[in-house]
């Protein structure tokens, strides 16, 4: 039987579950595995206030047992999405929720539909030689990241909760066992779609795109062609994105078609780190041997990830092959200039300009080259030119192996500034909410993490979270946090 968790009877979750209910045969309705000894070890009562819940409720023991997927609350519906995916550009025709369930959708005080899933909750029909389950670790690393990107104001699922299982997890070794509990505006990927593409089930294809129109894109709804729109839009969503991740040095590392959502945001925090020192050839994860998903590749490969999306869609989008064919090429090659707009529109924003000049493009492009080859933390060079702005050059020239690359490139930027009728008492705040003081440093969440894993102490993860929140205030009691790795550190890897 049910236990009911809370006294008052009320549902702890309005759940209102379109996936379960309109898309049948696309998932597998599934339970979550038992536990032994569910215990939360983090619950983000911000954003369960942002979806309607009860966090006091919730952050509890009988919540830990709802988010480690022993108790199924009243109106849940357990299930397994089904979806395929290219990884590292070769197809396989199913992957699917091998280690996750979408247990409902709820509607969040915007009135936004959010998904909640549990990630690590036992295998699945998908699961093939995985075990279901996660890791503390790499749990406890989305949450942070996923937090830390969503105060960067990037795109992002974000964590609800994580609790720890009392149950091993074997990897090289064996370590404990958690579950995050994600929360997404939907789980719907380019994967999803080429799963039945490829079965040649040009039906749900169909039925597919209906739905993510009426869930992402309902302005779609009695265009001419909606689906070409629909790839129009999944296009801008991710051009807008993958230029948020390069403004802040964010490498995803495994930019699967099955980590690609379909809403635009950031998914999957498997091998992501963020580049210290600017190298765009930079590689963090350690399975990504040809360095296909490298920091500088992620533009094209995101394009490349769409055309497996747009193939998805010819048969909607025109009867004759050849017509949606040139259509959907027309909307897909329009990628990069998508791209490069928002790119450029945010480097204005860090560069400190307020207008727009057709040369910034390249004035933002030979920043990057004055960085490179020089040991340039990326992170700290931006937040350093809100004092340049001001006349004040010395902290960032000191980040330059040779400074007379960055003498050379300000020369051009102080030139360019001069052209703008603009207050240096507006320009350097300005810049200062453009460039993050923090981000999640490399060492400092292995030293996080670690400490969690290793020893159970909580509070360096919790310091953390708390500093990365807000990424754009100085907070200089934590001062050391903004500073990149010490020597010898920085050769960082991830799985
Ligand atoms: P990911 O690399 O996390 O995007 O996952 C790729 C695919 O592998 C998805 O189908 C996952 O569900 C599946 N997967 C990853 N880890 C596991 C695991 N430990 N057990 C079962 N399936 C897994
Ligand atoms: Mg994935």
Known sequence: MNQTINDSGDELFAFDNTYARELEGFYVPW?????????????????????????DALDSDAGARIFAGNE?????????????GHQFGGFVPQLGDGRALLIGEVIDRYGRRRDIQLKGSGPTPFSRAGDGRAALGPVLREYLIGEAMHALGIPTTRALAAVVTGEPVYRERA??????????ASHVRVGTFQFFAVRGEQAKVRQLADYVIDRHYPELKGQANPYLGLLERVCDKQAALVAGWMHVGFIHGVMNTDNMTISGETIDYGPCAFMDHYDPATVFSSIDTQGRYAYANQPRIAQWNLARLAETLLPLIDEDTNRAIAR???????????YESYWVKGMRAKLGLFIEEEADLNLATEFLT????????????????????LGEHERIRSLFADPSAYDRWSGHWRA????????????????????PA??????????????????GDYAPFETLLKILARPFD?????????????????????F
């Open 31 to 55: 339970k979550a595995a038992q536990v032994a000894r569910p215990r939360m070890i983090k619950f983000n009562h911000q954003l369960a206030e942002e979806l309607g819940l009860d966090a």
């Open 72 to 84: 199924t609350p009243e109106g849940a519906v357990p299930l397994a999405q089904a979806y395929a």
């Open 175 to 184: 370590l404990p066992g958690a579950v995050l509990t994600r929360v997404a």
């Open 328 to 338: 959907a090429t027309e909307v897909v090659n329009a990628f990069s200039g998508r």
């Open 370 to 389: 004055a960085m490179e080859g020089n040991g340039v933390d990326y992170t700290l060079a931006f937040r350093y030119l809100a004092d340049a702005a």
């Open 416 to 435: 360019r500034l001069s052209r703008e009728a603009v207050a240096q008492s507006d320009r350097a705040p300005a810049m200062l909410r453009a460039n």
């Open 438 to 455: 923090f981000i999640p440093r490399n060492h400092r969440v292995e030293e996080a993490l670690s400490a969690a894993v290793e020893e």
């Open 474 to 494: 100085d907070q200089p009691e934590f001062a050391a946090y903004a500073e990149p790795p010490p020597e010898g550190q920085s050769h960082y890897r991830t």
